[in-house]
């Protein structure tokens, strides 16, 4: 009598399908792209802190900034900001390769273009006493210790976050909601910090959104077929 394999569990062939998708099933110079990227983001995450100085050429406060009230539990958002990108390219580079090269280099060109202002615009905020003894107050006080005022315009918070948001929604919108809920605390998060003003915020928007738009429309038919789940 005859035996009929058994079928592998449908979890197992779903998780295969993902891995086929991403860095694993690369070759050429797609593999050696990919790799690249990688110290790439994190060298030029590097050259923030040598940026980080005035004098600046700007102050973009308004009364609306003023108005608007520290909430110290908004921390918790902010500093979620580096965990949150590191998980989203990890997942991109095992399960969606091409989504991960858009993102990269998204977040690198509007890195550099950030860099740019930070150099000739350099912008500056207006830090209040935190004196609340809460355990996110406490956090806010960190933040400020380790962040100077200065590289505020654009609020890169807001447009890498933004990035990651966008990406996860063109790639699947069942997570794309809430990355995008969790990326808006974080934007939330840059002016209930005191962290930034909300010139900053739009700026980080709109260049987000410009440069997403123009890397995913010129890499569109190489990633298309690729962002279906």
């Known amino acids: 009598m005859s035996q009929v394999a058994a079928p592998s569990a449908p979890s197992s062939g779903w998780f295969n399908t ?13 593999l050696i792209v990919s790799l690249l990227l990688i110290p790439a983001i ?53 399960f969606r390769v091409h989504v991960y090269r858009s993102a990269a280099f998204t977040m690198l060109v509007v890195w550099f273009i950030s ?8 912008s500056y905020i207006a830090r ?3 004196t609340g003894t809460d355990p996110f107050s406490g956090i806010i006080r960190s933040i400020y210790a380790s962040d100077r ?7 890169l918070h807001t447009s890498l976050s933004t990035i990651i948001a966008i990406h996860w929604w063109r790639l ?32 980080g928007l709109a260049l987000a959104g410009v440069i997403s738009f123009l ?15």
């Open 128 to 130: 209040p006493q935190i």
């Open 172 to 203: 699947d919108r069942r997570i794309g909601v809430p990355a995008a809920v969790w990326t808006a605390l974080i934007v939330a998060s840059t002016v209930l910090v005191k962290q930034h003003y909300l010139a900053d915020v739009a700026g």
């Open 42 to 94: 994190l060298g030029t995450n590097l050259v923030y802190e040598s940026l980080n100085h005035g004098p600046n050429r700007i102050f973009l406060e308004t009364p609306l900034d003023r108005s608007l009230p520290v909430v110290p539990i908004f921390a918790i958002a902010y500093v979620s900001l580096i965990p949150y990108i590191g998980f989203s390219l990890i997942a991109f580079l095992f």
């Open 115 to 122: 860099y740019a202002f930070y150099l000739f615009l350099q």
């Open 215 to 229: 890397v995913m429309r010129a890499a569109r038919d190489a990633y298309e077929p690729r962002f279906r789940t």
């Open 149 to 155: 005022p200065f590289n505020d315009f654009p609020s």
């Open 18 to 30: 993902q891995l086929r998708r991403g860095i694993l099933s690369e070759r050429g110079w797609g």
